[in-house]
Structure formats: structure tokens, C-alpha cells
């Protein structure tokens, strides 16, 4: 449909230009909007530019309209240039400027237009006093025919273009964190793998082009951290997000040289008493380790982390990151019926109440026809580096 627009405009263009008595070749060929109410219908989007930014483009068959997004502060003056370094010699451009997004697009007709203001045939044009808001600027070919590389290039005219959004760079989005869980899932789900390798293959396997595009395609709902550009988006906000799941999903490399410790025969009792009360598919097991405070002071995900490493695991374990609310493994020591006897004696035991829980969990299927659940709950004790793991685990059919 695109294809067939822009032909029709072609050629409407070329009939024209042809009736023309000056011989006029300076008629330029916008994209061709054909009824349609909006720019970007009729060209390619090709990416975000932020101000500083030249990007490099190419024509590979005539009749393209290559288009790049950028958001622009209230008053901002922009000069937006087809370079000659990067361009390709004899090449013959045009370039509009539509916007600002209204919501629902950028519009049907250029704020600017221009041929040859810049080197030779390249275009160079400028904007002044723009009002705040994504605009879109448009590379064509001058008659829609050329091809060959180009470079275009974004700058500031007026001191402060870019929109003042405060970009928290130091956690990950929430989008893109709700991404990466998604891919996770979807790999242990397609490859029955573990999530830590399910991680390692979402993060190895990161097109940073397409992931940018993806939530950066110069909409009005563009997620926030569009606005610091590709470049930081990939270098810092993605490496941000990638810490984040190592630290979840990939063991320490040096783990917390754990010693085992004992629990007391009360607490073998209850964890018995459980394992007997719980229907045919279940397990309940628990044991004790200890690290040395004087030279580790992990984090949860740490402990966690070199548990699973600990674990002769029915299955793949994965950390599930982070610390988790005391009541969510009170409550699983509720469904075991050892909730009050079992908190009494971990702090007999363990001569502290305080304590902060962590758990990994994963799911497998030992046989056709069944599924099997387990999560080790990992409650750290801070103070003496005793941690005492749970484990409980149910099939279902
Ligand atoms: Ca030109």
C-alpha cells in the first residue's frame, strides 16, 4: 500500500513537472500522503536523533523516505544538515520537517522544506522557535530517484533544544524490566532451561537496534528514556539492566565458602511432621549453612545465589531476586501446619528473630503428565551468617 501511494504521487508529480514551461526541477517531492492524514504512514522511521547526533542512512532503490524522530524543548531553534562527509558523492537529497506530534501524528504537510542549502545538492534546514514536542524530519531523493549512502546531522541553534526529562539512569525502566521477565519466561517455558540460563541467552541474544526501536519508534507513548538516545540507552541503560539480572541470575563468582550447621531435632521433627502431613506429591526438606561475617557481607541475592549452588535440586533452580516479605514464608510455613512451633524454634535455635528471606524457586517435569514445583526458602540471619534453607516442593498432574 505504501508502495503503490508513493508511485501514484510519483507520477502525478512527474506529469506535473513535465507541464511545467521553465522546465521547473525545483519542485520537491514530498512523500505522497494520498488521503492519508499522517506523515509517518509514508515514510520509514529509521530512529531517534538527539541533538549532537548525525546518524548515517542509505538509499539502497529510489522512491524512499527515510524519516528520524526527535523531541524538541519549548523555543528550541534546530538546524538539521544532510552532510557531505558521510554522503555520497553526485547524491541529490531533500529534506522536510513535520511536527510537532499532535498525539495522533505529525501531521500531513512540512513546517520546512529544503533542497540545496546544503553542500552541492544536499539539504540543510532550519527551524526556529519550535514549540515543545516530537517532530519528524524526512530524507528523500530529489524526483524520488538516487541512491546511495548519506549522513544526516541534528544540532542546536539556540542553546537548550533537547526537553528536559529526567531520566533515572541508574535503575532499570520498569518496561524494559517487564522485557527481559518476559523473555526469561518465554525460554524456560520453549527450552525447559533454567532461568539462569534463560537470562544469559535473553541478554547474549539483545538486538540493542531493535530492543531501541521497539519502545523508541517517535510515538507520542514512547517510554521516557527515549529521550537520552540510542547510544546511552545502549551503553548505560541496558548495562544498568543487565547488572540487575546478573545479580539476580548469575552466581557470584566467588561463593560465601559455606559451612554446614546444624538444626536442632525439633526443627527435624516439624519439617518431618510436614513432609507426612502434605499430600502424595509434596516434599518438605531443610538444612543449614553458615558463612564467615568477618569476611562476607553479601547481599540477598548473594546468599541465594550460593545456595543454589548448594542444592541437590529436584529442579532448575532460578534466584527470584531480591528480598521477599517475611509473611510470604510465614505463610508457607502456614500451609505446612508448622508456622508458630517452627518460628519459636528457629529463634531458640538460631538465638535471633532476625532474619531476612529469600527464595528460588523453578519447575520441572520429572515424567510425562507431571509438572513439579519447588522453592527453597533462604532465611539469612545477618548477625551470626547462619542461614537455614527450606525446601518444599509439589507435583501436580
Ligand atoms: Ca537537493
Redesign the pocket.
Known sequence: MRRLGLIAGVVAMAAFAACGDDGNTDVLIEPVLDGKSDVTSRVDIKGNMRFGDALAGSFTEDLEFHAYTFAAADGASVVAEITQLGSSRGL???LFLYGPNNGSGYGSSALVR???D?W????KLSAERLEAGSYLLVVGT?DTAGRGDYRIELTCASGECAPKVVVDLATCPADLEYYFEECIADDVFDSQSSPQDAWEYCRDNIDVVDLYETFCNGSADDADFCSVGETVFANEILGVCADQFDAIHVPPTTDLDVIQWPISDEMDDLLLAAYDGCSDYCTVEGFAVKYDTAKFDPTIDEVVNTIIGQLDAPVPYGNDGGERPRADFESELSVLEIRDEMLAEMKTWFSSDTFIVGSASGSAQPWAGVDLYATAWVVVYPDSGIVFVMESSYATE
Open positions: 541529490d537529497t531533500t529544503d533542497d540545496n546544503g552541492g545538492a544536499l539539504s530529489k
